[in-house]
């Protein structure tokens, strides 16, 4: 099963830019990225975490039921919406991110 990793960082950073812009802040401050996760996902190998990641988005197979709850804390999404089932989020996605 493929998890929407990608859509649910853009549905975060989407919402983040619109909140910024109506508090007149930069557009790029509280902006989600892999980076950030990656360190939460492993915070012990802060030096192999980027490369791990990128292993783990290579495969796509070996995500851990911690991670996807991270995920949906740090996106603000819920669990439907990570694994592409229908979610409450999706109106949101279809009109910031596309």
């Known amino acids: 099963m493929e998890v ?3 859509d649910a960082i853009a549905l975060k950073n989407a919402r983040q ?6 508090e ?3 557009s790029h401050i509280g902006l989600l990225n892999k980076a950030h996760l990656s360190r939460l996902f492993w ?3 802060e030096t192999t975490a980027p ?3 990128s292993r783990l988005l290579k495969d796509g197979k070996m995500f851990r039921p911690k991670w996807i709850r991270i995920i949906c804390e ?3 999404v819920d669990y439907n919406f990570i694994f592409g089932y ?3 989020h999706d109106d949101d996605f ?3 991110v596309n």
């Not at 830019?17 to 109506?22: G, Q, S």
């Open 74 to 76: 740090e996106a603000e």
């Open 24 to 26: 007149g802040n930069p």
């Open 86 to 88: 229908p979610s409450e």
């Open 4 to 6: 929407r990793l990608n």
């Open 51 to 53: 490369i791990l990641m």
């Open 17 to 22: 830019r619109l909140k910024n812009k109506a």
């Open 43 to 45: 915070p012990n190998n």
């Open 94 to 96: 279809k009109k910031l």
